[in-house]
C-alpha cells in the first residue's frame, strides 16, 4: 500500500516541520525507501553480475553445491545446508562432490579441500591433482604433484590417517566400482604399471616394467579386465605394444610382435584420443584398438603444386584435413590373432552394443553430394566370421540416424520419416512408427528434409525402445507389435522430454557413432514439459502414473537434480525480471522454496520485464516474438526500439534472465544493456518459406515490427535492427527492402550468396554449398538450378536500395562465413555512396574471443544505436565515417 501526501494545502510551518520528519522517517524505511531509492544501471555496474550453476546433491538432499562465476574470474563454490541453510565457500574451487553424507570435497588450482559437513572441519591438501573416493574401501585416493618433486599417491582416511604411499605415480584409474585402481610409475626412468586392490587382501601387483611409457589405461566394464599400451621408446619406431589382463585367471597377454607385424602389414598402434581409446569386449575375448597407417613418403614435385582434381570425392582441402587413415582392429588375447574391422574402402565404423559386430562404411562413397553428412551404404560384420553383408544402402550419414541397441540384438535407424528397427537375429527390417498415426520427423527447422525429433534409447534388455513425436514420449517393441504413449502432451500442445535431455547427452561416444545406456523404467524417468506459451514444468513418471513435482506459467525451470535417495529435487528458477535462484522441492513436504537467490543487488536498480506478443506475416502464419519493456518505464511516453533477429528466438529465450554485460555473448548485443537503457528491444520470430530466406525475413520481422508500432509505446521512426551471423545475413537483406529502419548493425554475415555458395569452409575444408542445398540458407537447389532466387535473396543485389545507415563487424579469421563476404559488402556501398562503417577485428573469428574486443564491440553497439535513435552527439569514430 502507498501513501500519498497531497501537496495543495496551506501548512503551518510547525505542521509542515512535522509533516517534513514523517516524510524522512517513511523514506528511511528500507521498503519505502527501496522503491525511491532504485538506481539506474551503469556499465560500471555490469561486473556485480555473475552467472549460478547448480552443483551436486547429496545422498539424502540435506546438502547442495553450486557455483557463482564471474567475469573477473573471481568464481566461488559454495556448499549449502538444505535445511539450516548453513553454507560454506570455496573460492576459485571446482570438481566437487559429495563423498558419504557427512563428507565434501572439492578442488582449487592449488589443493584438495576435504570439509566434515557435520563438524566444519576443513582439511587443505596442498599439491593435489587427481583424486578419488572408494565407498567401498572407505579411502580416499590422492596424488600429490608438487613442483620439483616426485608425484605421490596418498591412500588414506578420511580423517586423515595417511596408510600406504607410492611415489612416481604418472596417474591412475579406477574399476567401475570403484575397488581396484591401474596405475604407473617412473622411478629413474624405469615405468611400470600395476594394479592395486583397495579392499580385500589388498593385493599391490606389477604387471609389466621397463624403459618405455604406458597409456591408454582402461577396465572391462565389470571390472574383470584391463588392457593398456606400451608407448614405443623411440619416436621414429611406430611399434607400441598391446597388453591385456584378465583378473579372473590372473593371466597378462600381449601379442607375439611378429605375428602382430605380419597381421598389421607395418601399421602402427595409434595413441588413441578420447573417440578412440581402447575397449575390451563385455565377454571378454576381444580387445578393440585403432591402428593408423604410417604417414607415406610423398613423391617428389618439381613444386609444391597441389592439384585439385575436377573429378574428386572430396575436394583437396578435405582430403587434407581427413588423411589420417584410422581402422578398427581387435585382438583375441586367448588365441593371439587379430582381425581387421574398417578398411582403407569402408573406414568408419561402430560397434553393436555387445561388441559382436560391427557397422562400417564409407563417407566419400556416393560423393560428391552437398549435405553436410552425405548417405553412404551402411555394412554389418559379423566379428566371429569376418564376413559383411550390405545393411542399409545410400542411407543418411547423421551419427543419430543409425543407432545400435544395448544388447546388441537391434540397430535402429531413421528413413523416409519413419523410425526402422533391424533385427541381427532374424535379417529383418521393420518400420516400427508407419502405423502408430503421429508423425516422428521434424519439420521445425523448416530445412529441405525433415529431421528426426529425439530418440532417448532402449529399455533394459532391449524390450523396447524410447522415441519422441512432437510433444509426447512413446515406448515402441521393435517388432512394432506395439506402441506406448507414456504423455499425453498433444492434447494440450504440451512437449515431454527427459529432464534436461538438450544439456545432457542421453547417448555417449560409440567410435564413428552413438549408443545409448539402457534405461530401467521401473525406475521411473524424471520429465520436463515446455509449451509455446512459456508453461515449464517437471513431472516423475512411474509405469502407473506420472506426477506433477513442480509446474509454473511465468517463469522458466532448469537444472533439475535429484537426490539419490529420490525424495529432494533442486532446480532453478528465473525469469527475465527474476534472476536465477536455486529452489527445493521436498515430496514429504510439497512445496518449493528458495535455497539462494543469484544476483540479490538487482532489487537495487531499475529493471525491465518481458512479454510474449502474437503477429501474422503475410501469409497468415502465426508468429510469436518477446518484446523487453525498458527499465523504469513510463506508458506516458515512446521509446526507441531494437529489433533482434536469428531464426525463431522466443522460445530459447522466454522467462530467460539475462544478465547486463560487455562481454558476454559473442556478437555484442546484450538485450539487459538496452532494455536498462531506455530502449524496448523485440526478439522477433521469422517463418521460413522454402527458396526465399530473406524475403520470408523481410515478411516475418516487419510484421512483428508493425505489431509493437501498434501498441503506440515506440517511437516509429527511431527503430533500429541487429543480428549476427545468419542474424547478420538477414539485417544485411532487410534493409535492402524496407526503410522502416533508422539504423541497423550486422554481425559476420553473408551478403553474396552466390560467391558464398562457391565458398569453402576453410575449418572443415567442405565447400559451403550444403549450407544452401539441404540445411539453414533453406535455397533447397543448387545455385545453377535457381539463379534468380539466390539473386533474389542476395543483400548485395540489392545494395542500391539501402537508406538505412548501417554499422558491420567481421574478425579477418572468420573461417565459418567468410570475412570477404562484409568487405564485398563495403565495397558495394562505398561504391554507391551509401553510409556505412565496417569493424574488421585482427585475428578474431565468427564469435570475438579477446575480452578487449568485446568491450570494444559492446561500447560501438551503444554508440551507434544512441546516435541514431536518441539523438546523442555523435562520438568521434562515428563522426569520421559518415559526416
Not at 453 to 480: F, N, V
Amino acid at each position: 500500500m502507498k501513501t500519498h501526501f497531497c501537496t495543495n494545502i496551506r501548512l503551518s510551518r510547525r505542521k509542515a516541520s512535522f509533516f517534513l520528519v514523517l516524510i524522512l522517517q517513511l523514506v528511511a524505511c528500507p521498503l519505502w525507501g527501496q522503491e525511491l531509492q532504485k538506481k539506474a544501471l551503469t556499465v560500471e555496474d555490469y561486473s556485480k553480475w555473475g552467472n549460478l550453476r547448480l552443483g551436486k546433491v547429496n545422498l539424502n538432499g540435506q546438502w547442495i553445491s553450486y557455483t557463482m562465476s564471474y567475469e573477473n574470474d573471481l568464481d566461488t563454490l559454495f556448499v549449502k545446508n538444505t535445511k539450516s541453510l548453513q553454507t560454506f565457500s570455496f573460492p576459485s574451487a571446482n570438481r566437487e562432490d559429495f563423498i558419504t553424507a557427512e563428507w565434501f570435497v572439492c578442488q582449487s588450482p592449488t589443493a584438495l579441500h576435504l570439509r566434515n559437513l557435520k563438524t566444519g572441519k576443513q582439511e587443505i591438501i596442498p599439491h593435489a591433482g587427481q583424486y578419488l573416493y572408494s565407498p567401498t574401501a572407505k579411502r580416499l585416493l590422492i596424488l600429490i604433484e608438487e613442483k620439483g618433486k616426485e608425484n605421490r599417491l596418498i591412500l588414506r582416511q578420511l580423517d586423515g590417517k595417511n596408510e600406504k604411499e607410492i611415489v612416481g605415480v604418472n596417474e591412475f584409474m579406477a574399476d567401475p566400482a570403484k575397488q581396484m585402481i591401474l596405475y604407473t610409475t617412473t622411478k629413474n626412468k624405469l615405468h611400470e604399471i600395476s594394479f592395486m586392490e583397495l579392499t580385500g587382501e589388498k593385493r599391490n601387483k606389477k604387471l609389466v616394467s621397463g624403459s618405455a611409457s604406458f597409456t591408454n589405461l582402461v577396465w572391462h566394464s565389470k571390472g574383470k579386465a584391463l588392457a593398456f599400451i606400451e608407448k614405443a621408446e623411440n619416436k621414429n619406431d611406430f611399434t607400441n605394444t598391446l597388453f591385456y589382463y584378465n583378473m579372473t585367471n590372473s593371466r597378462l597377454y600381449s601379442p607375439n610382435p611378429l605375428e602382430f607385424k605380419k597381421s598389421f602389414l607395418g601399421d602402427s598402434l595409434f595413441v588413441p584420443t578420447t573417440s578412440f581409446k581402447l575397449k575390451i569386449s563385455d565377454d571378454l575375448q576381444k580387445v578393440f584398438f585403432a591402428v593408423q597407417q604410417k604417414a607415406k613418403s610423398k613423391k617428389q614435385l618439381p613444386s609444391d603444386v597441389q592439384f585439385w582434381n575436377g573429378n574428386a570425392k572430396w575436394i583437396y582441402p578435405m582430403e587434407e584435413k581427413q588423411n589420417k587413415k584410422t581402422n578398427l582392429a581387435l585382438w583375441r588375447p586367448s588365441t593371439d590373432n587379430y582381425q581387421f574391422i574398417s578398411n582403407d574402402t569402408l573406414p568408419k565404423f561402430m560397434l553393436t552394443g555387445d561388441q559382436n559386430y560391427a557397422l562400417i562404411s564409407n563417407p566419400k562413397q556416393y560423393e560428391p553430394q552437398y549435405d553436410y553428412e552425405g548417405n553412404r551404404d551402411f555394412y554389418l560384420v559379423d566379428l566371429s566370421t569376418g564376413k559383411s553383408s550390405l545393411l542399409l544402402k545410400n542411407h543418411s550419414g547423421h551419427f543419430s540416424h543409425t543407432i545400435p541397441s544395448p544388447e546388441g540384438k537391434y540397430i535402429a535407424y531413421f528413413k523416409e520419416e519413419n523410425w526402422w528397427v533391424y533385427n541381427i537375429a532374424n535379417k529383418t527390417h521393420t518400420n516400427i512408427t508407419k502405423n502408430i498415426g503421429s508423425p516422428f520427423a521434424s519439420d521445425e527447422n523448416q530445412h529441405q528434409h525433415k529431421n528426426n525429433y529425439p530418440d532417448l534409447g532402449w529399455t533394459l534388455l532391449d524390450k523396447e525402445i524410447l522415441l519422441c513425436d512432437a510433444y509426447d514420449i512413446w515406448s515402441i517393441r521393435p517388432d512394432g507389435s506395439s506402441a506406448r504413449r507414456l504423455t499425453h502432451g498433444k492434447e494440450t500442445k504440451t512437449q515431454f522430454r527427459l529432464a534436461g535431455y538438450s544439456i545432457k547427452p542421453v547417448s555417449k561416444i560409440n567410435y564413428s557413432g552413438r549408443i545409448h545406456d539402457p534405461i530401467d523404467l521401473n525406475k521411473g524417468l524424471l520429465l520436463e514439459s515446455t509449451n509455446i506459451e512459456g508453461h515449464f514444468g517437471y513431472y516423475k513418471w512411474l509405469p502407473k502414473s506420472m506426477k506433477t513435482l513442480i509446474f509454473t506459467n511465468n517463469s522458466r525451470l532448469d537444472q533439475l537434480t535429484a537426490s539419490a535417495m529420490g525424495n529432494v529435487f533442486v532446480y532453478s528458477e528465473e525469469r527475465y525480471d527474476l534472476a536465477p535462484r536455486l529452489m527445493l522441492y521436498n515430496r514429504l513436504g510439497k512445496e518449493s522454496k528458495v535455497l539462494f537467490q543469484s544476483n540479490s543487488h538487482q532489487q537495487n536498480f531499475h529493471w525491465g520485464r518481458s512479454e510474449l506478443i502474437h503477429y501474422k506475416n503475410a501469409k497468415g502464419d502465426s508468429l510469436q516474438g518477446l518484446l523487453y519493456y525498458p527499465s523504469h518505464y513510463d506508458s506516458q511516453k515512446k521509446y526507441p526500439m531494437i529489433v533482434y533477429i536469428y531464426e525463431k528466438l522466443s522460445q530459447d529465450l522466454l522467462h530467460k534472465y539475462i544478465n547486463p554485460s560487455q562481454f558476454s555473448g559473442d556478437a555484442g548485443f546484450n538485450i539487459s544493456n538496452f532494455s536498462t537503457q531506455g530502449y524496448f528491444v523485440l526478439a522477433a520470430d521469422i517463418s521460413y518459406e522454402l527458396g526465399n530466406p530473406g524475403l520470408s525475413a523481410v515478411d516475418c520481422v516487419v510484421s512483428a515490427t508493425k505489431e509493437v508500432i501498434c501498441k503506440g509505446v515506440v517511437l516509429p521512426n527511431k527503430i533500429g535492427l541487429t543480428g549476427h551471423s545468419f542474424g547478420g545475413y538477414e539485417t544485411f537483406f532487410i534493409i535492402t527492402q524496407t526503410n522502416i529502419f533508422a539504423a541497423a548493425l550486422a554481425g559476420s554475415g553473408a551478403t553474396d550468396l552466390t560467391s558464398f555458395y562457391l565458398t569453402l569452409g576453410w575449418d572443415t575444408g567442405r565447400p559451403d554449398m550444403w549450407r544452401f542445398e539441404s540445411q539453414q540458407w533453406r535455397m533447397g537447389k543448387s545455385f545453377f538450378e535457381d539463379k534468380e532466387g539466390y539473386d533474389r535473396n542476395s543483400p548485395v543485389v540489392h545494395a542500391k536500395n539501402i537508406t538505412t545507415p548501417l554499422l558491420s563487424w567481421t574478425g579477418d579469421q572468420d573461417k565459418q562465413v567468410n570475412w570477404n563476404q562484409s568487405i564485398e559488402f563495403y565495397l558495394a556501398l562505398r561504391r554507391l555512396g551509401k553510409k556505412h562503417i565496417l569493424l574488421l577485428y585482427p585475428n578474431e573469428g565468427h564469435v570475438l574471443s579477446s575480452s578487449k574486443n568485446k568491450k570494444d564491440l559492446s561500447m560501438r553497439f551503444q554508440e551507434w544505436f544512441d546516435y541514431h535513435l536518441k539523438d546523442t552527439i555523435p562520438t568521434a569514430w562515428i563522426r569520421a565515417g559518415l559526416e
